[in-house]
C-alpha cells in the first residue's frame, strides 16, 4: 500500500483548504491526526468503494470534527464532506465514516482529513496519495454494476483531447428508443467513466461510446448489460394512468420527489416511464430513508437528508448531499459547519439550538434544519440552500394571545460556495437592523392564514418550543422554493405563509441581502386581470421558478389555501372566496410574464387542475409549449398526487389535461427527456 503523508497544523478560526494546506505546525498546537486510513489498500480499480476512517487526538477537550477532501489527478483539493463530529474511545477521537466511491478518472488522487477543534481554533490536516486504476486494457469499454440494479457504470478507453464524448443505451428488444447521455470533454490519457441511469429492470441492453471530434461523431465498440430486479423489500409507489399521454412526446420520464412528510407510506424517489415503470430509484442511504430530493442534475441530486450533525437533540434534516445516480456520495454539508461560519460571519440568529437556555430569552435565535430546496444552478457551481430559524418574541408578538414567549419560525437563505462553505445569506429577521425583520417583511405581518406548528403537518421540527413559551411556533414564512435568475443575477424565494414569492438582492453575491419586491396579495406588483377571475393571484404556492432560462414565463403552482379559506379569514389583506368560490376552489397550474418597469403580471395560464391540493406540487413549461404541473396532495382522494400536462388553448388561460398519472403523495416531480436533460428552472 503506498501512503504518502503530508500534516499541517493551525490556530486559525477558519481557513480555505489550500491555505491549511500550506502553514506549517505550530509549536502550540493541541490538535493532531493520528491516522488516515483506507479500508481497501492502493491502487484499486474504478468501479470499487474506498471508506477512510481518520483519528486525531485532541489535549483540549473537543470536540473534534472531521472534513474530508479529494484531489483528482493533476487537480485541486474540493470538500467531499464537511466538518462533522467525530466520537470520542478513550483519548481518541475517531472520525464519522468516509465512503469514496472510485467513479471518475483514473490517476493518482489526493485524499486529505482536516481535524479542527472549534472551541480552541486548533486544526491539523493530514493528506495520503490513493492510486485509481482503470479496469480498460483495451480498444473496448467495461460495463460494471453498481449497488443500484437499475445503474450501470461504464467506462470508455481514452479519447483525443478537444473531443467530447458520450454513452448510448438501448434495450436490445427495441422497445424505447436510444438514450444518449450528456456530453463531457475527453481528459487523455484518462479513460472516461459515465453512469447509465433510466433503464427498465430485468432488461438487456446495448451501449457504445461516442466521440465527437470536430463535428465528426465515431461510434465505439458495443458492450452489453443486464439490469438487476427491483428489491422486493422497498416499498415502492406505484401509479395509475388518468390520461395516457401521447407516444410521439419527447419528454418520456417523469422524476419524483417523495419527501414522506404527508405520505402514509414512505416511498423512495423514483423516475418512470409515462405508463408508472420504474426505470430509478434513490437508493436509500438508511432504512428510515428520511430524505428530500430538491433538484436533479444530469450526473445525480441533491437532497436534505436526516443523519448525525452537531445537535444531539435531532438528526432529522440535519444534512444537505448530493448524490450520483448510483446513490454515491459526490459532497455533503451538514447544519452544525453552517451555524459555525454564520456565527463568524457576524450572524447571531445561527446558534445551535440545543444551546439555548429553557426558557429561552427575547431575543434569542437559531438555525434548525435543511428544507424544502436547495439550488445547484448559480455561477461558479454555487449552491443556495434554505434552512430555517426560530426567534423568541415577547408576549403577544403575532397576535399571540397565551401570554407566553412566542417563538417565531422565518427562514434563512444561504449560498455556499464549490466546497460548500457559507460565502452569502440572507436571513428574514435581518439581525443587522435589531432583528425586527426588513421594512417589506416585519414580523408584525403574520402568516396570511395565522399558521402555527401545531395545526398543520408542514412544520419539520421545532426546537425552542418549551416551558414558558407559547405551544404553538409560529409559522410565519414557510419559504419552499428558491431559484437564480440569471438576468438579474439575484435569487427569488417562495414564501407559502405570506402567498409572496420575493426577489432578494444577491448581485452574484456583491448585493446586501435585502428584499427588492414582493409578488402576490397586497405586495408590490399589480395583477392584469385580463380574463377576470375573481381570485387572480396565487396562494400557498409552490415551485415558482422562470422558465426558458430566465426569458420567461414565470410559473408556479397555486394551491389556493388562501383564495378557498372562508371570507374574512385570511389575515395578510385579502379575505378568502371560501364557500363562494364554486369551480374555483380548486389548485391551478399557473404561468405570468413579469413587467418589473411598470410593475404589472399578466396572466398566461391559470388551468384548474380539477383537485384541491392543499400542500406540495410542481409547475414546469416543456419545449413543445404544453406545461407539466404537480397536484401534489389531494386529501379528498385517498392523499394521491396527480401528474398532469395541459395543452394551452389559445386565447383562454386554461387548456385540457393531455396527460394524468396518479401516485402517491409526492413533494415534486418532473418531466423530462431522460436524467440527463433535467429541467433548468
Known amino acids: ?44 480499480s474504478i468501479g470499487a468503494t474506498v471508506g477512510w476512517t481518520a483519528k486525531a487526538t485532541d489535549t483540549n477537550p473537543g470536540p473534534l470534527t472531521f472534513q474530508f477532501n479529494v484531489a483528482p489527478p493533476d487537480g485541486t483539493l474540493t470538500t467531499v464532506k464537511q466538518f462533522n463530529l467525530g466520537t470520542l474511545s478513550g483519548s481518541t477521537w475517531k472520525s464519522p465514516s468516509f465512503a469514496w466511491a472510485l467513479t471518475g478518472i483514473n490517476g493518482t488522487y489526493q485524499v486529505q482529513v482536516v481535524v479542527k477543534d472549534w472551541t480552541s481554533g486548533e486544526s491539523d490536516s493530514m493528506t495520503v496519495s490513493f492510486v485509481v486504476g482503470s479496469p480498460v486494457t483495451g480498444a473496448n469499454p467495461v460495463v460494471q454494476q453498481t449497488q443500484n440494479p437499475l445503474v450501470a457504470l461504464f467506462t470508455a478507453p481514452s479519447c483525443p483531447a478537444g473531443s467530447t464524448i458520450s454513452v448510448s443505451f438501448q434495450p436490445q428488444s427495441g422497445i424505447v428508443a436510444a438514450t444518449n447521455t450528456n456530453w463531457v470533454d475527453c481528459q487523455p490519457p484518462h479513460s472516461m467513466t459515465f453512469e447509465i441511469a433510466g433503464m427498465y429492470q430485468s432488461t438487456d441492453y ?12 465515431v461510434n465505439g465498440p458495443t458492450v452489453t448489460f443486464t439490469t438487476g430486479r427491483l428489491p422486493t423489500d422497498i416499498p415502492f409507489p406505484t401509479f395509475q394512468i388518468g390520461v395516457e399521454d401521447s407516444p410521439s412526446d419527447p419528454n418520456k420520464l417523469i422524476l419524483q420527489s417523495f419527501s414522506g412528510l404527508m405520505q402514509k407510506q414512505i416511498h423512495p424517489d423514483v423516475a418512470t416511464d409515462l405508463l408508472g415503470n420504474i426505470v ?3 437508493y436509500p442511504n438508511d432504512p428510515s430513508h428520511t430524505s428530500m430530493m430538491t433538484r436533479s442534475f444530469p450526473n445525480g441530486f441533491l437532497a436534505a437528508q436526516s443523519g448525525p450533525a452537531w445537535n444531539p437533540d435531532t438528526q432529522a434534516y440535519q444534512v444537505l448531499r448530493q448524490f450520483d445516480w448510483a446513490g454515491n456520495l459526490i459532497r455533503e454539508t451538514n447544519t452544525g459547519i453552517v451555524q459555525q461560519q454564520l456565527l463568524a460571519m457576524g450572524n447571531p440568529d445561527a446558534q445551535p439550538c440545543n444551546t439555548i437556555p429553557s426558557p429561552p430569552p427575547v431575543g434569542a435565535a437559531c438555525l434548525g434544519i435543511f428544507h424544502h430546496d436547495a439550488i445547484e444552478t448559480l455561477p461558479n457551481g454555487y449552491t443556495a440552500a434554505l434552512v430555517d430559524v426560530e426567534k423568541i418574541f415577547p408576549p403577544g408578538t403575532q397576535g399571540d394571545t397565551t401570554g407566553l414567549l412566542v417563538d417565531v419560525v422565518g427562514d434563512m437563505v444561504l449560498v455556499l460556495d464549490e466546497n460548500w462553505n457559507v460565502v452569502w445569506y440572507w436571513d428574514a429577521f435581518d439581525p443587522l437592523n ?28 421545532n426546537f425552542l418550543v418549551g416551558p414558558g413559551v407559547a405551544p404553538g411556533a ?8 428558491l431559484y437564480y435568475w440569471p438576468q438579474s443575477q439575484d435569487i427569488l424565494v417562495s414564501s407559502r405563509n405570506q402567498d409572496w414569492v420575493m426577489k432578494l438582492n444577491y448581485q452574484n453575491g456583491a448585493g ?20 377576470k377571475d375573481p381570485w387572480p393571484w396565487f396562494s400557498h404556492q409552490h415551485e415558482s421558478g422562470i422558465e426558458n432560462n430566465g426569458a420567461g414565463p414565470f410559473t408556479v403552482v397555486d394551491n389556493g389555501n388562501t383564495r378557498v379559506s372562508p371570507p374574512g379569514q385570511s389575515t395578510g389583506g385579502v379575505p378568502g372566496l371560501g364557500k363562494h368560490c364554486g369551480n374555483d376552489c380548486n389548485t391551478r397550474g399557473m404561468a ?13 395560464i391559470s388551468a384548474d387542475l380539477g383537485y384541491y391540493a392543499p400542500a406540495m406540487g410542481s409547475a414546469q413549461l416543456l419545449a413543445d409549449g404544453n406545461y407539466f404541473f404537480v397536484a401534489a396532495f389531494v386529501v379528498k382522494d385517498n392523499d394521491l398526487s396527480f401528474d398532469i400536462q395541459i395543452q394551452p388553448t389559445p386565447g383562454t388561460d ?6 394524468s398519472i396518479s401516485a402517491p403523495a409526492d413533494y415534486r416531480a418532473w418531466q423530462m427527456p431522460n436524467l440527463y436533460e433535467p429541467p433548468i428552472t
Open 592 to 604: 405570468l410574464t413579469i413587467d418589473e418597469t411598470d410593475m404589472q403580471v399578466n396572466p398566461v
Open 474 to 481: 409560529h409559522d410565519w414564512l414557510h419559504c419552499n422554493t
Open 1 to 44: 500500500m503506498r501512503i504518502d503523508s503530508l500534516r499541517t497544523r493551525s490556530r486559525a478560526w477558519w481557513l480555505p483548504i489550500a491555505a491549511l494546506a500550506g502553514l506549517a505546525a505550530p509549536a502550540h498546537a493541541t490538535v493532531s491526526v493520528v491516522s488516515l486510513q483506507p479500508t481497501l489498500a492502493s491502487p484499486q
Open 654 to 659: 386554461s387548456g385540457p389535461q393531455v396527460m
Open 512 to 531: 446586501a441581502p435585502g428584499i427588492v419586491w414582493r409578488m402576490g396579495p397586497s405586495g408590490d406588483f399589480t395583477f392584469v386581470n385580463t380574463y
Open 280 to 282: 430509478w430509484y434513490n
Open 434 to 461: 435589531g432583528g425586527q425583520g426588513y421594512p417589506q417583511l416585519p414580523v408584525t405581518r403574520t402568516a396570511v392564514l395565522g399558521e402555527l406548528c401545531n395545526s398543520n403537518g408542514g412544520c419539520l421540527i
Open 206 to 217: 446495448n451501449l457504445y461510446a461516442q466521440v465527437d471530434t470536430g463535428g465528426n461523431v
